[in-house]
């Protein structure tokens, strides 16, 4: 989920406006500092890296839209998470965040909260994973290590949606629950499918390799974009009520 192509104009005084700013841009290089220290790069995997990013990308720029969109790249982020690891995710949202802006048009605030919350949401989540797989002992081969798959789906989306709609609820000055009943609670049947399907896809990919990826890929791209537009049908019913 993303504020990426809010359309609303923030009534904050230039000083809120210049200190959102300044947190956005901690944040990054906040980011920017801690992917090399975790879990990834020193064993990334170009082709699964690239079919990931290619996947991520697509489904970011089919869930363009006005107002909070469901990313439709989200489930593709999850299986970075699992699959690469926290840092190769979180450059994989960075790009996923950055390349859309060749083709719609996004304000600095906004790009920036974007850029937060892809960088950050698969450091936090990614780790999660990293550290409950090693705690639990577990493998590709038990069924727990794919019930942490999907709580790993449900922290990443616990992340993603706190960095979105929080910012959607400072700007627009309404309430994180209006916001979260909005956004969240319409589509919460679709996230939880959501995440059996991550689970589903790892789980290929672990048994078929990159071709299990790249097949599993497509469809939770598919999936997400559904997920969309549910939230749209959602929105333009209650604005005809």
Do not use: K
């Not at 698969?122 to 705690?135: E, H, N």
């Not at 949606?161 to 929080?166: D, M, N």
């Not at 997920?227 to 049908?233: D, P």
């Amino acid at each position: 989920m993303t504020a990426s192509a809010e359309r609303i104009t923030p009534s904050q005084s230039r000083s809120e406006a210049r200190g959102l700013t300044a947190v956005h841009v901690g944040a990054v290089v906040a980011a920017a500092i801690a992917i090399p220290f975790v879990p990834g790069l020193d064993s990334l995997r170009l082709l699964p890296f690239l079919i990931l990013v290619g996947l991520v990308v697509v489904g970011e720029l089919s869930s363009a839209g006005e107002g909070m969109t469901v990313s439709g790249g989200f489930l593709g982020l999850v299986v970075a998470e699992v699959v690469l690891g926290p840092g190769p995710a979180a450059l994989i949202g960075a790009i996923a965040i950055t390349v859309p802006l060749l083709w719609v048009r996004s304000s600095p605030r906004v790009y920036l909260n974007n850029l937060v919350n892809y960088t950050w949401c698969p450091l936090v989540a990614g780790l999660f994973f990293y550290w409950a797989v090693r705690a639990a002992g577990v493998d590709h081969l038990q069924v727990w290590y794919y019930a942490l798959v999907v709580a790993t789906y449900l922290v990443t989306l616990a992340v993603n949606f706190v960095i979105a709609a929080g910012y959607a609820s400072y700007v627009a000055h309404s309430p994180l629950a209006e916001v979260a009943a909005r956004t969240l609670v319409p589509t919460l049947p679709a996230e939880l499918v959501c995440g059996l399907m991550t689970a589903a896809a790892v789980y290929l990919t672990a048994r078929v390799g990159t071709g299990g990826l790249l097949l599993s890929g497509i469809a939770l791209v598919a999936l997400s974009y559904l997920s969309n537009a549910l939230l749209t049908s959602r929105r333009r019913a209650d604005a005809l009520q």
